[in-house]
């Protein structure tokens, strides 16, 4: 059977007014509180799949631990280790027998993991893993629009494109990854934003990554400030959630401070998300 973990990387702190967009923060504040520099504590969360075959496969990397001290202390990031390597360590297993990594996309808090810590030489971890990324974000992260440009790594870009390891996905499947996995596309985020979605007993999973960071934002209005298209957001996460409440569908989340996992109802004409265990 697929097996499947949580594995937690470094945590960050963002701004929350930007993570709600314009809701306001009498409302926001009360989902996930702000400190004293009005930013709220976000995961930056993965998910390792073991499957049948012996594989193991990793859903993204967190933002890891290679800013300097003072982007590290913008964004919130306090620990100096690299946690996702850590706790992939407390599992058993070590970053060369990771075969595979998908990443939705490039912003620094979903592909900042692969690099290696600041003060170490910069390369990409998980040196036998193969890297799968979107191709329509691949062109974008190449060329990000200015508003974007900040949330790309260049240096990550370069890294993937000599690794000779980077793998572009179009479409709904890849055939290296024949383990029961499917991808959605959004375009609200960032163009070209690559959900995967795995089929399991209980019924499928989505990585939403960041069309839905977390709980709160199962709510249709709330998007982030960070979005490039907010409206299109909301009918991305509506378009979803119809499909994935037949199917009965859970949402795995990376950035909810407190849930990772969700099981999607309905109240009313309301979405609903309701904590559950990865894994029945």
């Known amino acids: 059977m697929m097996q ?54 990793l859903f993204e990397t967190g933002i890891g631990a290679f800013f300097e001290p003072k982007l590290k202390e913008r964004f919130g990031v306090y620990e100096t280790q690299h946690v996702l390597l850590e706790n992939l360590a407390a599992l058993g297993v070590k970053e060369e027998e990771i075969d595979a990594v998908v990443l939705s996309h490039l912003h620094f808090d979903h592909a900042g993991g692969l690099l290696t810590a600041y003060g170490e030489k910069m390369r990409l971890h998980f040196p036998k893993a193969r890297y799968y990324l979107g191709r329509e974000h691949w062109a974008r992260a190449k060329n990000p629009h200015i508003r974007e440009q900040v949330s790309f790594i260049p240096q990550i870009q370069e890294l ?17 990854l024949d383990f029961g996995v499917r991808f959605h596309y959004s375009h609200g985020h960032t163009i070209g934003l690559m959900l995967a979605e795995l089929e399991l007993p209980e019924g499928p999973l989505v990585f939403v990554s960041d069309l839905v960071p977390g709980i709160p934002w199962v709510h249709l209005p709330i998007v982030m400030g960070y979005d490039r298209f907010p409206e299109l ?48």
């Open 4 to 57: 499947l973990f949580i594995v937690e990387g470094n945590k960050q702190h963002l701004d929350g007014g930007s993570m709600f967009g314009n809701a306001p923060k009498a409302l926001w504040n009360k989902w996930i509180p702000a400190d004293a520099h009005n930013r709220i504590p976000l995961a930056c969360r993965c998910l390792l799949v073991r499957t049948p075959q012996g594989r193991q496969v």
């Open 160 to 176: 993937l494109a000599d690794s000779g390891r980077l793998v572009l996905i179009e479409g709904s499947h890849c055939a290296e």
């Open 233 to 280: 957001t909301v009918d991305e996460k509506r378009k979803l959630f119809e499909d994935l409440h037949k199917r009965k569908g859970r949402l795995f989340f990376t950035h909810d401070p407190q849930t990772p996992v969700v099981k999607l109802g309905m109240e009313g004409n309301r979405y609903t998300a309701e904590p559950t265990a990865l894994s029945h």
